[in-house]
């Protein structure tokens, strides 16, 4: 079954305002990442944060983690209309393991001039 | 570093045909991984390999599919027999330690 899950399943804000994502999973990992995607096009790595950290900054980008509660945020700050996407959370076991990514199925993000 | 590159970028395959989907990784990386995205879902991991190997295939189909990354070329993942349920997006990652992805742009694949 799916590892993460983002909620919501899509978001609809103004150019200027936060958008907030949240993620959760389902067993231990050991990173959990975010991408964007544009439609109909790649994968962008966005930001890693391992299991030992609770958060983590880039930019306009701010991703927190709870490995209590297993869960995760990505906050954008002061939206733009070019951040509209798909937003990804990935899960992986890392190190000697595959560390596969698992995915959520995204969360839909349209930011509006 | 021209980053991870796939092609072809669109596919179209007639039922029971084959299908041929080409990644090379970045310059340096030596993990490979096969992802693959239907419509409106996330992506879905399929194989891992390193140089001449298969690590992990868990999550490819037991028939029809297959891949390979030789020592030199590219990685392949190859579709015998194509049905309308592989159209998707066939998307290719590398990675220097098992750790930081680099996705491509990725391969559509119709079927018709």
């Known amino acids: 079954s799916q590892q993460g899950e983002e909620d919501p399943q899509a978001l609809s804000i103004q150019e200027g305002e936060n958008a907030t994502m949240n993620c959760s999973y389902k067993?231990?990992?050991?990173?959990l990442q975010w991408y964007r995607q544009n439609s109909g096009r790649g994968l962008v790595h966005l930001i890693l944060?391992?299991?030992?950290?609770r958060e983590k900054h880039s930019g306009r980008l701010r991703v927190t983690l709870d490995t209590s509660k297993k869960s995760s945020s990505l906050l954008i700050t002061a939206s733009r209309a070019a951040d509209t996407a798909s937003y990804f959370c990935?899960?992986?076991?890392?190190?000697?393991?595959?560390?596969?990514?698992?995915f959520g199925t995204g969360t839909l993000l349209a930011v509006q001039p | 570093n021209a980053g991870v590159m796939q092609n072809p970028r669109h596919l179209v395959r007639r039922r029971g045909q084959e299908a041929r989907l080409r990644c090379s990784p970045m310059?340096?990386?030596?993990?490979v991984y096969w992802y693959r995205q239907l419509p409106e879902e996330g992506l879905k991991f399929m194989v891992y390999?390193?140089?001449?190997?298969?690590?992990?295939e868990s999550g490819m189909p037991k028939e029809r599919f297959s891949a390979e990354f030789p020592k030199e070329g590219p990685s392949i993942l190859r579709i015998q027999q194509v049905v309308r349920g592989d159209s998707a997006a066939y998307f290719c990652?590398?990675?220097?330690?098992?750790?930081?992805?680099?996705f491509g742009s990725g391969t559509r694949l119709t079927v018709v």
């Open positions: 310059k340096g990386h030596s993990h």
């Open positions: 390999l390193q140089k001449e190997n298969i690590i992990d």
């Open positions: 990935a899960t992986g076991r890392g190190g000697g393991a595959t560390n596969k990514l698992i």
């Open positions: 990652a590398s990675s220097p330690d098992n750790y930081g992805y680099t």
């Open positions: 944060i391992r299991s030992n950290e």
């Open positions: 067993t231990s990992i050991n990173n």
